[in-house]
Nanobody
Framework: QVQLVESGGGLVQSGESLRLGCQAS????????VGWLRQAPNKEREGIAC????????????FYADSVKGRFTISRDNAKNTVFLQMNSLEPDDTAEYFC???????????WGQGTRVSVSF
C-alpha cells in the first residue's frame, strides 16, 4: 500500500523541540521531493519546508518558509525511507496540524500523510 505516515507530534512548551517523522511505504521516498505543510485553526495552509530528491540536479536541496527558517530543519534517512522535520525553539504560533507530502515532477502534491498534531503552550 502506497502511503505516508507522520509521527512525533505532541504538546510542548515554548522554546522546546520536537522531531516529526514521515515514513513512506509502498515506494522509495528518496526518489521524490518531499514537503512539510501545516494547517492551524482559522489560518490558511502553509508550506514550511521542502527537500528535493536524492539524485539529479540540486539533489537534496532544502527550502524553508520565512516563518520557520533558522529553527526547523528538514532531512532524510534513506535507510529508513523517512523524511524528518526537526523543530527547535518552538513558539505558540507553531501550533498546527503538520502534514508531509510526496511531490511530483512539478512539485505538485501527490500523496498526503494523515497529519500529526503539534501544540505549543506559553
Amino acid at each position: 500500500q502506497v502511503q505516508l505516515v507522520e509521527s512525533g507530534g505532541g504538546l510542548v512548551q515554548s522554546g522546546e523541540s520536537l522531531r516529526l517523522g514521515c515514513q513512506a511505504s509502498g515506494f522509495t521516498l528518496e526518489n521524490y521531493a518531499v514537503g512539510w505543510l501545516r494547517q492551524a485553526p482559522n489560518k490558511e495552509r502553509e508550506g514550511i519546508a521542502c527537500i528535493t530528491r536524492s539524485e539529479g540536479r540540486s539533489a537534496g536541496s532544502t527550502f524553508y518558509a520565512d516563518s520557520v527558517k533558522g529553527r526547523f530543519t528538514i532531512s532524510r534517512d534513506n535507510a529508513k525511507n523517512t523524511v524528518f522535520l526537526q523543530m527547535n525553539s518552538l513558539e505558540p504560533d507553531d501550533t498546527a496540524e503538520y502534514f508531509c507530502v510526496k511531490m511530483g515532477s512539478h512539485y505538485e502534491y501527490e500523496i498526503w500523510g494523515q497529519g500529526t498534531r503539534v501544540s505549543v503552550s506559553f
